[in-house]
């Protein structure tokens, strides 16, 4: 595991289209599954790494917290099933199930989505507005797994709650840290070079 940040794309950036499967529901799931949402979003987490394990049970709380309140989310997992077969969609399913997520989970296995949002760890955040331009992308509060701190996903929720009210999301924002996408070989973004944490 290589303990890697979010790329930090550009704010106000569009959010790109792209179509894969629920592993839950067999449904197909894009952008247009979200058309009505006055805000979507985007996660991109796996079921084995440590940081993404450290968090899921708050991810399921967000989905929760806000499915009456017109937020959209989606989970994606980017990671070569072939050499992380944990990762692989039945054990997705598993795992949404054990965790109780409301919303889909999809596995992207050709890892062009991931490429198309410049992920670059689980988990990593991004949400888009009504216009799905991006509003945030980051980390979901300053836990970690090592270092005591509570998960509330404060900074993430903070963002979430300033554009549901139709408020400017605070720039000043944090990347998320987590374990490297796991690239298949010969596979890996020109992006994924010079990206590792700092904290």
Avoid at 21 to 36: H, Q, R
Avoid at 72 to 90: H, L, R, T
Avoid at 111 to 140: E, N, S
Avoid at 171 to 191: A, D, F, L, T
């Amino acid at each position: 595991m290589v303990r890697t940040a979010s790329t930090m794309l550009p704010l106000g950036v569009s959010a790109p289209d792209f179509h894969l499967t629920d592993v839950v529901s067999g449904a197909p799931i894009s952008l247009a599954t979200f058309a009505e949402k006055p805000a979507l979003l985007v996660m991109f987490i796996s079921v084995h790494c440590p940081f993404v394990k450290h968090v899921q049970a708050q991810l399921a709380q967000i989905g929760i917290d806000y499915a009456d309140r017109g937020l959209g989310i989606v989970g994606i997992s980017p990671n070569d099933i072939e050499k992380y077969p944990d990762d692989a969609p039945e054990h997705l399913q598993a795992l949404a199930h054990s965790q109780g997520f409301n919303f889909p989970l999809c596995c992207d296995a050709s890892q062009t989505v991931a490429k198309v949002y410049m992920a670059a760890c689980t988990p990593d955040f991004f949400l888009f507005d009504r216009d799905r331009h991006l509003a945030y992308r980051g980390q979901l509060d300053d836990s970690r797994p090592s270092n005591g701190q509570p998960v509330t996903g404060k900074d993430l929720r903070t963002a979430i709650e300033s554009l549901l009210a139709g408020k400017d999301v605070d720039p000043n924002q944090r990347p998320s840290i987590g374990c490297n996408i796991k690239w298949i070989p010969g596979n890996e973004p020109e992006y994924f070079t010079g990206i590792r944490a700092e904290e």
